[in-house]
T-cell receptor, first 113, second 113 residues
Framework: DQQVKQNSPSLSVQEGRISILNCDYT??????FLWYKKYPAEGPTFLIS?????DKNEDGRFTVFLNKSAKHLSLHIVPSQPGDSAVYFC????????????FGPGTRLSVLP | KAGVTQTPRYLIKTRGQQVTLSCSPI?????VSWYQQTPGQGLQFLFE???????NKGNFPGRFSGRQFSNSRSEMNVSTLELGDSALYLC????????????FGPGTRLTVT
């Protein structure tokens, strides 16, 4: 049973528009969430995180929103750039679990010029 | 600051053999986690080491083991390799105090024939 789900395997967006990547989780113990970006033949690169005491965190073009009641988080990229084309993973953990992060299956984002 | 390095980058082994993979974390990071990435299962947590002690463990058989040295470098060993062990093995490092973001290496691509 997947505890972290990314139901869209792929997403295509026009350059300059907003990209919205979604992630749902089932374990109510999760209280820390991260987004990673992965290019082929490279390890995942950390993008942005959010803890459950917040509902929004911003870093430049990247904003993560957390809806605890819905067990849902989303990553917004504005404006989208061709270099953002990659696979995006969301990951979750809980203070009790330490650095044991559960990853979603990933969403492949393609930003079209 | 140098990133996480993993050696070797590529490895081909035959069934029944054993393999050792190495990971050097970012300087100052004391936590090293290992993940297995396969197309079907995504990123799955193997184990985490902190200050030379295994602190967390995922749901993998005992054929998968690891250790961490006093300089925080870590090795992962897989004994009696099976075809299903073919995967990208990623290590990630972090400061390890509470929950914090992990920084990934490029991975070791293991192929078992």
């Amino acid at each position: 049973d997947q505890q972290v789900k990314q139901n869209s395997p792929s997403l295509s967006v026009q350059e300059g528009r907003i990209s919205i990547l979604n992630c749902d989780y089932t374990n109510s113990m999760f209280d820390y969430f991260l987004w990673y970006k992965k290019y082929p033949a490279e390890g995942p690169t950390f993008l942005i995180s959010i803890s459950s005491i917040k509902d929004k965190n911003e870093d430049g073009r990247f904003t993560v929103f957390l809806n605890k009641s819905a067990k849902h988080l989303s990553l917004h990229i504005v404006p989208s750039q061709p270099g953002d084309s990659a696979v995006y993973f969301c990951a979750a953990s809980a203070r009790n679990y330490g650095q044991n992060f559960v990853f979603g299956p990933g969403t492949r984002l393609s930003v079209l010029p | 600051k140098a990133g996480v390095t993993q050696t070797p980058r590529y490895l081909i082994k035959t069934r029944g053999q054993q393999v050792t993979l190495s990971c050097s974390p970012i300087s100052g990071h004391r936590s090293v986690s290992w993940y297995q990435q396969t197309p079907g299962q995504g990123l799955q947590f193997l184990f985490e080491y902190f200050s030379e002690t295994q602190r967390n463990k995922g749901n993998f058989p005992g054929r998968f083991s690891g250790r961490q040295f006093s300089n925080s470098r870590s090795e992962m060993n897989v004994s009696t390799l099976e075809l299903g062990d073919s995967a990208l093995y990623l290590c990630a490092s972090s400061y390890g105090q509470g929950l914090d973001e992990q920084y990934f290496g490029p991975g070791t691509r293991l192929t078992v024939t």
